[in-house]
């Protein structure tokens, strides 16, 4: 019963370090990782198996959980797939690989990676785990060296170990990789502890940057207000309609570029954020440009203006990786409404 309930949280890891949720997936080789797909984390399953029996057996189990009407179960072999490219959001293989005869692992991976449409994750045992469970059989075990520059060729690839098995994952485009490097910072922001009376209740809480992961744009606040914290949203109401006029303005809209902050808690009273918080926060500020990218950061506001050691405001500077183009914070304009228009007249510069 340990082992079992063991191997179930296995499943459950690789899903989370994975980031599949709320998605379509395809799982190889018919199993329990399809039920905790589909129960806990909400995704619409399709698990293939090329043994009837193996199909017959995970179908019944499905159907003492009550989720089977969201797991489709088919027979397929998957060195020859049947599906149409992209079919699937994600294409989970949970120590399968090893199963494949050596000769048909290249066409398995290329079989994967053909029907997904953002990720392909392949799980499979490390040596040692290889030798515990099948030190016996016939299979052989996976050279993750040759895995990963397999899967190399098809696009960028990140790397995970938990306990005896390895996690390989292989994004099929640039945006997909920048959503889930973000979500895993999102994960370190939320979980960050290092300011005394920050990021444990709202409305004290992080907010994560918000936006489009291949913004040409990206725009650094302060820090978040107390509403902003609450709702979890960026730039919300007063200043919010100030800077979501600055993006009508630029053929823009929250979608399309990038809002973060340079400190991502609210503070008591709204207060200025002191050096040693400015500094606690700078890894995450500096790992979101790194991911996004930018074309242009707009600094908006004293605090980011500061932070990115700009010399003046509306002056558009060249760095190494990026232009940097420091406004006024909205908040200020909200205060001095009749400066409106010769404001949004200066984000003519951010046009692309």
Wanted: overall charge neutral; some cysteine; glycine content about 4%.
């Amino acid at each position: 019963m340990v082992n079992q309930t063991h191997n179930l949280q296995a499943r459950t890891d690789v899903l989370e370090k994975s980031r599949i949720r709320n998605k379509t997936i395809l799982d190889i080789g018919a199993g329990r990782l399809a039920i905790i797909a589909a129960r806990d984390f909400n995704c619409k399953v399709t698990s293939i198996d090329i043994s009837k029996e193996e199909l017959k057996n995970a179908k019944e189990e499905a159907a003492q959980t009550g989720f089977d009407k969201k797991i489709k179960f088919e027979q397929e072999d998957a060195t020859n797939l049947s599906y149409k490219d992209n079919s699937f959001d994600a294409v989970v293989s949970y120590c399968a690989l090893h199963h494949i005869n050596l000769n048909k692992r290249k066409k398995f991976i290329y079989e994967l990676y053909k029907v997904a449409k953002e990720k392909i994750v392949i799980v499979d045992f490390s040596k040692i785990g290889f030798k515990q469970i099948h030190s016996n059989d016939n299979y052989s075990s996976v050279d993750f060296a040759w895995l990963e520059d397999e899967l190399s060729t098809f696009g960028k690839v990140k790397k995970y170990q938990i306990e005896n098995r390895n996690i390989y994952i292989c994004f099929k485009s640039e945006k997909t990789l920048k959503q889930f490097e973000l979500s895993e910072l999102e994960d370190e922001v939320y979980n960050c502890r290092k300011c005394p009376g920050l990021n444990i209740e709202k409305p004290h809480t992080a907010v994560m940057g918000q936006g489009n992961p291949d913004a040409r744009l990206m725009f650094v606040a302060q820090n978040p207000c107390e509403l902003c914290a609450i709702y979890n949203k960026i730039f919300y109401k007063g200043s919010g309609e100030v800077l979501d006029k600055g993006l009508s303005r630029i053929g823009e809209n929250r979608e399309t570029v990038y809002i973060t902050n340079v400190c991502k808690c609210h503070t008591p009273k709204n207060r200025r954020n002191n050096k040693i918080e400015i500094d606690n926060c700078r890894p995450f500020l500096e790992k979101e440009i790194e991911i996004i990218k930018p074309e242009i950061i707009v600094p908006l506001g004293k605090q980011a203006f500061n932070w990115f050691d700009c010399s003046d405001w509306y002056k558009m500077e060249e760095r190494d990786d990026y232009k940097i183009y420091p406004v006024s914070h909205p908040a200020f304009i909200i205060r001095n409404q009749e400066m409106l228009d010769e404001y949004l007249e200066k984000w003519n510069l951010l046009k692309d």
